[in-house]
């Protein structure tokens, strides 16, 4: 049988899911929108796959997704087990989350497609962002993902703008706990290099499109680099939407995904929701429970307009995690308020707190 070019056989798996229900129209937009980077198309143009490759690929999500609702399976047995006494209050507990499960299951499809699209071509991939780089700026790595260009608004204002470490006038002699930014031309981001040893590094591709962009993180492992993560930003009228992600860990496909989304009061953020799921784990070693995290934050500012800090809300589906369960069957913060440091809520130079008004990282 002939061969099919990559491009053409991803584009129908994309729409093959999307018409079966497995992917949502917001997610099928997405891996549409990802499929027409210039950089992506550019990775994938000359690569054919056979009809047998095609089969292995297709096999290959759907084998991850069987043995992810299994482990879900087994992991609404274990809870149901756990509260035997209480059978009433498993089923509540059970039924509540289901709806959050199911979206968080549909986002892992569209991941799992994502990773067979990028498979390990960190190199490929990397390569052609290398070709854009026009100038590089470096910075101390703290402990912070991505220093100065985290993805998340959210981490940057709650954790990031702490400390996320200042550019170096010159490069760095030793690049050893740096991280280094490449720009194009136009002042856009091209990638992140972390160097956490002399030979040892990860990278974070970055691809723009119209509507978002896609942070593809890659490991060094043996000489290759292979995807660890995703995220993606959504920007809707000049306003970001969403971040969500995901952490690949080995055999098991997908380890977690999560989602934060942002709303609006005028010109400023006012709350954001912030989601993760961790898949269960089944094997003959380890057993542990999947655990979700809906949390509700709301910002507090200041008089002059500026954000002083914030308070969190743990929820359990649509109630009140406080009002739920006492009992720590998923992991609950319950409520608390937040408050950033009198030099934190000062320090509002350009690549400082940058939450005055919205970021907007489409510019």
Known sequence: MKNISEQEFWQKIVSEFYTQGQISQESYNCLNAFLECPEIIEMLNGCELSSEECKQY?????????TKRSDLTKREDSIRQKLSDRNKK???YLLDEKTFIDEHMEETVQFLIMQGICKSQGEELSAILSSKVKYRKYSKHKGFSMGL????PVFDLTVGNAE??????????DKYGKLEYLFREDGRLVSIIYYSSESYHNICCVLYSKSYIYYMVFEQLCGNKTLYGIKILKNLNNKLEYLKWCVYEGKTGIHRVGKETYLYDNSKIEKWWYEEFWFPIYNENTTLDGTIIRELCTGIYDKEGYMSGYKVDSYIG?????????????HISGYDEFYLSEKERLDTGKDSLRWKYPPNYFD
């Open 149 to 152: 260009y985290e993805a998340s």
């Open 318 to 330: 649509n109630r009140l995690a406080k009002e739920v369960f006492r009992e720590k069957l998923v």
């Open 58 to 66: 297709r096999a290959a999500i759907l084998d991850v997704l069987s």
């Open 90 to 92: 498993a089923e509540e």
């Open 164 to 173: 996320r470490g200042s550019f170096y006038k010159r490069v760095p002699k």
